[in-house]
């Protein structure tokens, strides 16, 4: 399995998600500046990757100029052939600018920016298959100030009916608690994939939650499991 990780003018988590899928998972990793407009070798079993950060700067709605960034043509080409597309914190607000994920993210909802630990648990099994247990509590490093998900009630049901959505912010026993819901998402929303499941993201941050080192390695699991979706996908 091959990944492309995207940069933008802003990303900063892109070389810690370069070092967790090489070193640690042992991938093969490319990284794509934005201003390209292909990425050469792209394949069916590849996955793309959008990393955290403040991309231009945040300077309007999170995600809102990255967007519209020459790359992005060819990322939402990928995605609707049905390739997998994964995105991180600022990466999953760019999912959501650029209509590839349903819904949007907003300011948390105590107008702070929110940098520490947090449990999540699965919820669904659209991606994140058997290697991550529905009763597995990961604690996952969070970094944001707009990660409040937000949707109408009608997408919310959608989300719901379909099985899309992927994370939810839990308690240390795994329940599903308001006190859990640090930033205000709606039903405890930490992250979602598209109906076809090829397409999903992610607030917390499992890449910096990957190595013995930082004293933490739930969010490992994370990326392994994606390695296994793109081997069923290649077949």
Known sequence: MRFKVIVFPGSNCDDDMVHVLFEVIGAEVEKIWHKETSIKGLNASDCIVLPGGFAYGDYLRSGAIARFAPIMKTVITFAKKGGLVFGI????????????????????????FLGRNVFIKKYHNRIMNELISDTDVLDIPIAHAEGRYYALENTLKSLEDNEQIIFKYCDHRGDFTKEANINGSLQNIAGICNKAGNVFGMMPHPERASEEILGNTDGRIIFESLVEESLELAG
């Open 89 to 112: 914190c600022n990466g999953f607000q760019v999912l959501c600018e650029a209509g590839l994920l349903p819904g949007t993210l907003l300011r948390n909802i105590h107008q702070k």
